[in-house]
T-cell receptor
């Protein structure tokens, strides 16, 4: 049981390049989330999904797009990377039926945009 | 932003001592959760307390919730060097569409052997 797996773990991009971060979970969780973590800022929600085929904006969605074509996968895309998107990105999931469940987090993707 | 606020930002204690961290939030909640993050790793869920609960225990962890003061505390008893990590509170606010957790900025705990 792998839990939540994020790929890649590290990436360096040049300004203007695009990339996709993949999150996969094998727990049959309904809800999935993408957060970014910056020093002194805590975790901020980028986008989330409450089920296959659904997505919604979080607190800081600009510059990112997401897709949830399969229940187990949640993709985060950067269309034109900017230095301000240098961050550590975390994916999380939870059961979602009701609200009393903790999140399971992936180990993160450290992205540097130069 | 409706982030929770942890206090203190950093805490350094000797092994064997107790560590207390506090969290304050802004409006009514469904539940409040605590997470641990070791350096360079993802967050790990520690404990969840519902809005109608006042205290919960899990091993060496004790969490209290005071909804009248909109605050929570996490107590780690008999701390160990392995408890060194950052601790985050996260709140699920009440209301329509409250699917998401809002995280605080964390308390960095150092336990000195």
């Amino acid at each position: 049981n792998a839990g939540v797996t994020q790929t890649p773990k590290f990436r360096v991009l040049k300004t203007g390049q695009s990339m996709t971060l993949l999150c996969a979970q094998d727990m049959n969780h309904e809800y999935m989330y993408w957060y970014r973590q910056d020093p002194g800022m805590g975790l901020r929600l980028i986008h989330y999904s409450v089920g296959e085929g659904t997505t919604a904006k979080g607190e800081v969605p600009d510059g990112y797009n997401v897709s949830r074509l399969k229940k187990q996968n949640f993709l985060l895309g950067l269309e034109s990377a900017a230095p301000s998107q240098t961050s550590v990105y975390f994916c999380a999931s939870n059961l979602g039926q009701g609200y009393d469940y903790g999140y399971t987090f992936g180990s993160g993707t450290r992205l540097t945009v130069v | 932003s409706q982030q929770g606020e942890e206090d203190p930002q950093a805490l350094s204690i000797q092994e064997g001592e107790n560590a207390t961290m506090n969290c304050s939030y802004k409006t009514s909640i469904n539940n409040l959760q605590w997470y641990r993050q070791n350096s360079g790793r993802g967050l790990v869920h520690l404990i969840l307390i519902r809005s109608n609960e006042r205290e919960k225990h899990s091993g060496r962890l004790r969490v209290t919730l005071d909804t009248s003061k909109k605050s929570s505390s996490l107590l780690i008893t008999a701390s160990r060097a392995a408890d060194t990590a950052s601790y985050f509170c996260a709140v699920r606010y009440s209301g329509a569409g409250s699917y998401q957790l809002t995280f605080g900025k964390g308390t960095k705990l150092s336990v000195i052997p």
